[in-house]
């Protein structure tokens, strides 16, 4: 009987189903009832079922059995068994049963289970759950083949009646009596059996059988229905799911599962969305280690998102359509349907993840390995948000990474992120925390690049999701903008701003949010506080008003700050209450109702009061009501305000300006001042009587005089401080932005302003500044200061107007600025410890520049240089030209000291830059007139000057100079830092007010439609030299040339290439939209030289810009000119797909200038700090390019040192023209920088190499040994600090990497290359003793900067010995190596004394074995090479023998 059940097993699968069902039905309180009428006729089945002991019943009643399964069916074995008609009476049995169960109710009983007899029997011996009758007799092996047959015969007559009454599904409760068998007679003609019906099934009845393949079947035939199944899903998609669940839970082999798998890859394209996550969990729950990558790679390839969503456009039409119809909301379901198979599909992906760390790995492999913007899919951008949102640190990290890799590279743009949340926000919702990490991560990043698309991430965020995820946005933007890192507050602030703008409702919700920010504002810069407060009273007083529950509190917030007596909260209350007005008196669009076109009474009178409240709280300081002028003019530049409100400024800005500045010019000036008053730099020759003047030196003298009465006269220095000078240029900056506003860019009304003198003094003054006392001194400087700002906004002002009278007032107001700085350098030289006056009011200029402003006494013996002739070295261009040596500067200027003995007493006026007005980027337009040259002048006969408005050099150089401290400042990305815990950031945004409010797109497309006119300019400083040169029979210090003018055309050339080389190296050119702008661009430089249009490509016009660019290298004045040269053509070359074609001629370049004996306009050679820094530049751009950098650096320390050091001391290497003495630290400096850069690159030896390869490798690493022995056996004849402190730092650096690389290579290949392992090491050993050396020499002078390096020098020494050790123990040869005690010696060979007296000591012993193959005991310099190669003889001798026996 136990065998009988274990031969049905196979049934077992079939009834299992049956007998669940059975059971609820059971437990669900359906009793059964008694029996009541027995069989009319009795069969041989109904014989013996009933003496087996079970009772058929009629009339929809269950079967009653009165015993247990086994005993029951071994009874009926017995019966059959013991029948005189055996084996016939098994076909009579069988007969009987398909008789009896011809009648459906009869064979629907037949399949449920059966219920133990309630009579008055052993119930107890009859278990609560028993199976239907037909898997009781399957479970008979004799009965189980013929049962099978008749069960599956009987099937298809069921097949289309579906479910029947009593919801049972006659079909399905066939297969269930099959499942679960103990065992199965013959499962392979079972198995062709149930293939058969599939074939001819319908699809429910289909899905029912493969779903249950698994439990029917033995493990033996999985293989084979697994390949039966496989040809049946390539023939019907519709039996996917049940197929895929089928052969997820057969065993399979890998083979089989393969190909299985690659088969199901093959159909995903044509599979039904609803089908998709069950194909995406078989294909991810089929993988193993090895073919992961490849399998998630196919995958991602294969899974089309895209289609199975349709974009909302289509989405809504289908609905209309649809509602058409009534039947709209199906078409909503239809796409909430799409959007949760997509949500099930990613359900599948998290789970494999989560639980396969190969797949995590897998996905973000594949991901990374995509390398075209086009080939990324939403897909790439949702696996990186399941890959977040996983619990392990691992996958968190890696999705992070990629995805910062993705951004930074331009793989993963903008349009995904927004096609992503657009048709999956549904989806997206669910990784909605991930998001949020994610875009925190990328706005806090460092790299200015990937910032943007963090904050794209939470505006999209903002946008799609619920109210909950847009409160948790703009928290965590509101946590950013109090973070106090500079860049992490702008893009937050930002975004802040556009969410705003394009949501104000949903914004309004959070305003509260918002408001909080305003108790963090200690560490906003002043843009960020406009910013700040524009989105606040957007907010707060927008048209809409949807935030007016934060007005009262933002009116608080501005009066507590207007009254505050510090400046810096009356700062930040004025700047307030102008974005307050701004957004208060904004012109409303016309249209929609009469009222809205015009701004009501109420709130002009609201505008009215408040800037009468700003006015009034800022009349007690000159530095308040001066940024209230400032802020009030930025307002009416940016913002379009109501046309009452510009009205009511503008006449009462035209009437206080006259008031307070204009004086009408009599004969004579009246009053008594500390100098003689005169009206100078009038420019108005037919209006010298009665004409206006700018009444400065008065209002100042009474400035500095109630500055004395400060203690005794408090009430009326309040009326007095009214009109302050400091105020004269913000005001003026008002009323010519009100007058354009006004008057539609005319100026007409105030022109007479550019023209008009100033009431000044004589400024011959300036020249005796030594013998004035310390107030006269400050009074003449304070008073130069005032007068330049009032000219830079006169420039500022009129620097548009087309009138030609006008451009040549302008260009005179340039001149004027130039000659008084020369003046002011004069006068600052003489008035130590000076503070200017302020003239950017928005910053701590007063608290932090104080100690930015060097008192340059102790700079003026060397600064022998004029702002506007900044000398050979670099411009003031540079940011910090008072950073040179005196020692440096005095060398270079000595020569002309008696020349310009009175110009050596100038200062920079590089540091005082905050101190003078900002020059608007418009001022650059002056650039666009000719250059005037002393050449042009002679050759026109100083005719055309008049005619035409023609630019100075020294005018060219000041507007290039602030050109190039603009496009620093705002091209040039800083990575963002923390702030710094003593606060000196806010001196770097001083002077850039209104350059921060304009975009550096906007910055960088001004800079490219001004590159042909810097081109002429480039042009013509290139014809000038080139003249000067012919001139001077190619002599640069000829008798002709003009020393000055020579300082201000180089000046102006190589600002010239610093200005284009900044433009070029814009970062955002490597943004997909600005691609037009920078073919634009190189397209101007390539125009100059060939004539061509839009149908070159980039890479032609990057080819024709670098030969265009490569013409002016035969005129560079100076090395910094050639090195801004250089730098220029390698930032354009890098801006084509094939860098590596243009390195060859950049690297010629370079050494055309290395090789080239550079010389000023006084004839003497170039020098200083400067000098060394562009040679550092330049000599590192030639060895990055050069084509072998170790034959480069063999050539410049093999010849061009050996060279000098048999020159005589001044002198320079005869190859090497800029290498002498003084400049030899460069060189070495970058020589062995480089070398150590070349190790690096060398590929690290392995065991597979064949003996070619390790050949060319060995000889790599011999070259540089070589190298790497000169240039360590240098520090013998040059020993200064600097050169042993290289020596050491790059020494142990080369050693670490030849350890690391090159002792790989040298396990693998000694028994090859014996011979030149052997060389290798003999020479490197040399260099070794070398370095121990000066490790020594270190130790004895107790040098600190070099004994820093020792330590980690001697570690690797020792480290090297015993890697050598290792080396030979692994070919075998450890014989062959000794290691003994090396003596201390110091760098000229000479034992160390006291270590003589110690002998050997521990710690010494393993570094003097640094010379790993055996170390002879030195005597001296010349025998250490002597006993090297006896010691190296001896061991070639038994590494050879040691071969031999083996």
């Excluded at 006169?794 to 020369?822: D, P």
């Amino acid at each position: 009987m136990m065998r009988k059940k274990r031969h049905s097993s196979v049934e077992k699968v079939a009834g299992t189903t049956a007998a669940t069902k059975a059971k609820k039905s059971r437990n669900s309180g359906r009793q059964p009832k008694e029996a009541a009428s027995e069989e009319a006729s009795e069969t041989v089945f109904v014989t013996f079922v009933r003496k087996a002991g079970v009772s058929l019943k009629h009339n929809g009643e269950s079967h009653e059995i009165a015993v247990d399964q086994v005993v029951f069916q071994k009874r009926i074995q017995q019966q059959l068994q013991k029948s005189p008609r055996y084996p016939d009476i098994l076909k009579e049995f069988i007969a009987d049963l398909e008789a009896y169960i011809e009648n459906p109710e009869r064979f629907r009983n037949c399949l449920l289970p059966c219920i133990p007899q309630s009579s008055e029997g052993d119930v107890r011996s009859v278990s609560s759950f028993q199976e239907s009758l037909i898997r009781m007799l399957l479970g008979i092996e004799m009965l189980q083949t013929l049962i099978i047959s008749t069960l599956l015969e009987k099937l298809p007559e069921f097949m289309c009646d579906g479910t029947v009454d009593g919801g049972l599904n006659i079909p399905r409760m066939i297969i269930n009596q099959l499942k679960w068998l103990d065992r199965v007679v013959d499962t392979k003609e079972l198995a062709a059996k149930l293939m058969e019906l599939v074939s001819v099934a319908p699809v429910e009845v289909q899905r029912d059988i493969i779903t249950s393949l698994p439990e029917i079947l033995e493990d033996s035939q999985h293989n084979d229905i697994a390949r039966e199944l496989n040809s049946l899903l390539q023939e019907n998609t519709q039996l996917t799911v049940p197929i895929l669940d089928a052969l997820s839970s057969l065993n399979l082999s890998s083979s089989l599962l393969t190909e299985v798998r690659e088969a199901v890859m093959a159909t995903l394209a044509a599979v039904q969305l609803e089908d998709l996550p069950v194909v995406v969990k078989f294909i991810l729950h089929s993988v193993s280690a090895a073919n992961a990558y490849e399998v998630v790679s196919n995958l991602r390839q294969k899974l089309e998102l895209e289609q199975c969503v349709l974009p909302p456009v289509l989405q809504a039409s289908q609905i209309r359509m649809k509602s058409k119809s009534s039947a709209g909301s199906a078409s909503k379901a239809a796409s909430g349907n799409s959007q949760d198979s997509v949500t099930l599909v990613l359900d599948c992906i998290k789970s494999a993840v989560r639980f396969q760390k190969t797949i995590s790995e897998a996905w973000l492999k594949a991901i990374e390995s995509v390398d075209d913007v086009e080939d990324h899919k939403v897909l790439d951008l949702l696996v990186l948000f399941i890959l977040h949102c996983t619990n392990a640190n691992q996958s968190r990290r890696g999705a992070e990474r990629v995805l910062k890799l993705k951004v930074r590279t331009g793989l993963m743009q903008e349009a995904l992120l927004q096609k992503t949340f657009r048709d999956y926000s549904q989806v997206m919702r669910g990784y909605f925390p991930s998001i949020l990490a994610l875009a925190q991560s990328l706005v806090r990043s460092p790299d200015p690049c990937v910032v943007p698309f963090g904050g794209q991430m939470y505006r999209h965020s903002f946008t799609a999701f619920d109210s909950y995820c847009q409160q948790e946005v703009v928290g965590s933007l509101v946590t950013h903008v109090c973070s106090g890192v500079s860049g992490e507050v702008d893009v937050a602030l930002e975004l802040l701003c556009s969410l705003v703008m394009e949501k104000p409702s949903e914004m309004a919700l959070y305003a509260v949010f918002v408001k909080g920010i305003l108790d963090y504002m200690d560490n906003l810069t002043p843009q960020q506080i406009r910013r700040l407060f524009h989105l606040l009273s957007r907010l707060a007083f927008g048209q809409q008003q949807q935030g007016s529950h934060i007005q009262d509190d933002m009116h608080i917030v501005i009066r507590k700050q207007l009254s505050s007596t510090v400046p810096k909260y009356k700062r930040i209350g004025i700047i307030g209450a102008v974005m307050i007005v701004g957004s208060m008196g904004a012109s409303r669009p016309k249209g929609k109702e009469s009222q809205s076109s015009s701004l009501s009474q109420e709130t002009l009178r609201q505008v009215t009061a408040l800037l009468e409240l700003v006015k009034s709280s800022s009349d007690s300081s000159p530095e308040a009501a001066a940024l209230y002028y400032d802020e009030l003019a930025n307002l009416i530049w940016s913002s379009a305000l109501d046309p009452q409100v510009e009205e009511m400024i503008g006449m009462s800005v035209l009437d206080d300006f006259q008031d307070d500045f204009v004086v009408d010019l009599g004969p004579d000036i009246t009053g008594s001042f500390i100098f003689p008053a005169c009206a100078m730099y009038n420019l108005e020759e037919d209006e010298s009587q009665g004409g206006i003047a700018i009444n400065l030196l008065p209002l100042l003298a009474k400035e500095t005089q109630n500055k004395g009465e400060q203690q005794s006269q408090i009430g009326k220095q309040k009326q007095q401080k009214r009109v302050s000078p400091l105020c004269l240029s913000p005001f003026f900056r008002l009323l010519r932005l009100c007058e354009e506003k006004r008057h539609q860019g005319d100026l007409e009304e105030i022109d007479a302003l550019v023209g008009c003198p100033l009431i000044l003094t004589n400024m011959d003054v300036v020249d005796k500044v030594d013998s004035m006392s310390k107030a006269e001194k400050e009074f003449i400087c304070t008073l130069l200061f005032h007068t330049i700002n009032w000219f830079r906004e006169v420039v500022n002002a009129f620097c548009k107007q087309k009138e030609t009278e006008m451009k040549m007032k302008v260009m005179t107001r340039l001149q004027n600025i130039t000659f008084l700085q020369t003046l002011l350098e004069r006068a600052l030289a003489g008035t130590p410890g000076y503070m200017p006056p302020v003239s950017n009011f928005d910053g701590e200029s007063t608290d932090g520049i104080s100690f930015g402003v060097p008192v340059n006494k102790g700079k003026k013996d060397g600064t022998g240089k004029k702002r506007k002739a900044p000398g050979k070295n670099a411009p003031e261009g540079v940011s910090h030209p008072e950073e040179a040596t005196e020692a440096d500067e005095t060398q270079q200027e000595q020569p002309e000291k008696e020349k310009e003995k009175e110009n050596r007493l100038g200062v920079s006026l590089t540091a005082y830059r905050p101190f003078f007005r900002e020059l608007d980027m418009e001022v650059l337009s002056v650039l666009q007139c000719g250059l005037l040259s002393r050449s042009l002048l002679d050759s026109e006969l100083h005719t055309k000057v008049q005619e035409e408005v023609v630019l100075g050099p020294t005018e060219l150089v000041f507007l290039l100079e602030d050109m190039q401290h603009k496009l620093e400042f705002s091209l040039t990305a800083a990575p963002a830092k923390r702030a710094p815990f003593l606060k000196m950031r806010a001196d770097k945004t001083v002077g850039f007010s209104h350059l921060q409010q304009r975009s550096t797109k906007d910055i960088a497309s001004y800079c490219v439609q001004l590159l042909p006119t810097l081109c002429s300019h480039l042009e013509n400083c290139h014809n000038h030299f080139q003249t000067l040169l012919s001139e001077n029979n190619g002599i640069v210090d000829g008798p002709s040339t003009d020393v000055e003018e020579h300082q201000v055309m180089s000046s102006g050339y190589q600002l010239l290439l610093q200005v284009i080389n900044t433009t070029f190296s814009w970062s955002g050119f490597s943004q997909p939209g600005q691609r037009s702008l920078l073919k634009k661009a190189l397209g101007v430089l390539a125009g100059r030289l060939k004539e061509g249009g839009p149908e070159l490509t980039m890479e032609q016009l990057v080819k024709h810009s670098f030969e265009y660019l490569l013409n002016f290298r035969s005129t560079m004045p100076s090395l910094s000119t050639a090195l801004c040269l250089s730098q220029l053509l390698s930032t354009v070359s890098e801006k084509g797909g094939n860098p590596g074609a243009y390195r060859e001629q950049t690297a010629s370049l370079a050494r055309r200038f290395l090789n080239q004996s550079w010389v000023t306009a006084s004839g003497e050679k170039e020098r200083g700090s400067k000098f060394n820094e562009a040679l550092h530049t330049l000599l590192s751009i030639y060895l990055e390019h050069v084509d072998d950098v170790l034959k480069a650096v063999e050539e410049i320390a093999g010849e061009g040192i050996t060279e000098l050091i048999n020159t005589s001391k001044d002198e320079s290497s005869a190859s090497w023209p800029t290498l002498n003495r003084q400049t030899f630290l460069v060189f070495y400096k970058v020589l062995m920088a480089e070398l150590e850069k070349a190790a690096r690159r060398i590929p690290a030896g392995k065991m597979s190499d064949s003996s070619e390869v390790q050949s060319e490798k060995l000889l790599t690493w011999n070259l540089a040994v070589r190298d790497f022995h000169i240039l360590v056996n240098l520090v013998k004849v040059f020993d200064s600090r600097p050169v042993l402190n290289v020596s050491l730092k790059y020494g142990r650096l080369f050693l670490e990497s030849f350890l690391k690389l090159g002792m790989p290579l040298l396990d693998y290949s000694f028994k090859r290359h014996k011979e030149d392992v052997q060389s290798l090491l003999k020479t490197f050993q040399l260099s070794t003793r070398q370095l121990h050396h000066m490790c020594g020499h270190s130790k004895i002078h107790q040098d600190t900067s070099l004994t820093n390096h020792v330590p980690a020098v001697k570690k690797s020494l020792e480290l090297f010995v015993y890697r050598v050790k290792a080396m030979l123990t692994l070919n075998n040869c450890q014989e062959a190596f000794w290691m003994g005690n090396l003596k201390n010696r110091n760098l000229k060979g000479e034992e160390i004394l006291s270590q003589r007296s110690q002998g050997s000591d521990d710690d010494d012993e393993e570094e003097q074995g640094n010379q790993e193959l055996p170390p002879p005991q030195e005597q001296s310099d010349d025998e250490d090479q002597e006993g090297d190669s006896e010691e190296i003889s001896r061991i070639s001798r038994m590494v050879h023998s040691t071969e031999d026996s083996d």
